[in-house]
T-cell receptor
Framework: SQTIHQWPATLVQPVGSPLSLECTVEGTSNPNLYWYRQAAGRGLQLLFYSVGIGQISSEVPQNLSASRPQDRQFILSSKKLLLSDSGFYLC?????????????FGQGTRLTVV | GDSVTQMEGPVTLSEEAFLTINCTYTATGYPSLFWYVQYPGEGLQLLLKATKADDKGSNKGFEATYRKETTSFHLEKGSVQVSDSAVYFCGGSGYSTLTFGKGTMLLVSP
């Protein structure tokens, strides 16, 4: 069966520090991968998605970047965190392009920038 | 681009009340539609889905029917429980990405 792992679960980082959140998927090949952010009291904002190794699409301009060094690994990074980067970050995967594909989510990372 | 609009919350109900959360989707073509549920501090879990017009998704007493004319996918439950308190997200699968609404918080009191 397929599983998705996201870590860490919680993170407190000072302003200006770097960030690296990692997400891995097991049990499937060539998944679409997604990073979402959920700010307090707000909905899900798609940050990045990837349809293959090295292929990253950014949905919003911001202080963050994403990379996909391996087929089932998706990393969210920042060189210098801002207070506004605080939020709940969710990694997700789906089977690929198509109408019928639902997303499977990790447990999320609660990031607090202080 | 694709967009999902769902009613804003919070929706506050008493136990055993009827629930409706409205959702409409704007996209090129006819996407698959989903409802996800998020319990506090957790990720999203798929609640139900429908892949074509007139499909009805159902799970745990929740239902939603894909209405082609309005691309709507309203979530309903005949009798809510305290344990249904959570945030509900409507979403759609287009040809490239998954798009979600802003979420609706449901609070059910005993």
């Amino acid at each position: 069966s397929q599983t998705i792992h996201q870590w860490p679960a919680t993170l407190v980082q000072p302003v200006g520090s770097p960030l690296s959140l990692e997400c891995t998927v097991e049990g499937t090949s060539n998944p679409n991968l997604y990073w979402y952010r959920q700010a307090a009291g707000r909905g899900l904002q798609l940050l990045f998605y990837s349809v293959g190794i090295g292929q990253i699409s950014s949905e919003v301009p911001q202080n963050l970047s994403a990379s996909r060094p391996q087929d089932r690994q998706f990393i969210l990074s920042s060189k210098k965190l801002l207070l506004s980067d605080s939020g709940f970050y969710l990694c997700a995967w789906s089977y690929g392009y198509g109408r019928d594909t639902e997303a499977f989510f990790g447990q999320g990372t609660r990031l607090t920038v202080v | 681009g694709d967009s999902v609009t769902q009613m804003e919350g919070p929706v506050t109900l008493s136990e055993e009340a009827f629930l409706t959360i409205n959702c409409t989707y704007t996209a090129t073509g006819y996407p698959s539609l989903f409802w996800y549920v998020q319990y506090p501090g957790e990720g999203l879990q798929l609640l139900l889905k429908a892949t074509k017009a007139d499909d009805k998704g159902s799970n745990k007493g929740f239902e939603a029917t894909y209405r082609k004319e309005t691309t709507s996918f309203h979530l309903e439950k005949g009798s809510v429980q305290v344990s249904d308190s959570a945030v509900y997200f409507c979403g759609g699968s287009g040809y490239s990405t998954l798009t979600f609404g802003k979420g609706t918080m449901l609070l059910v009191s005993p």
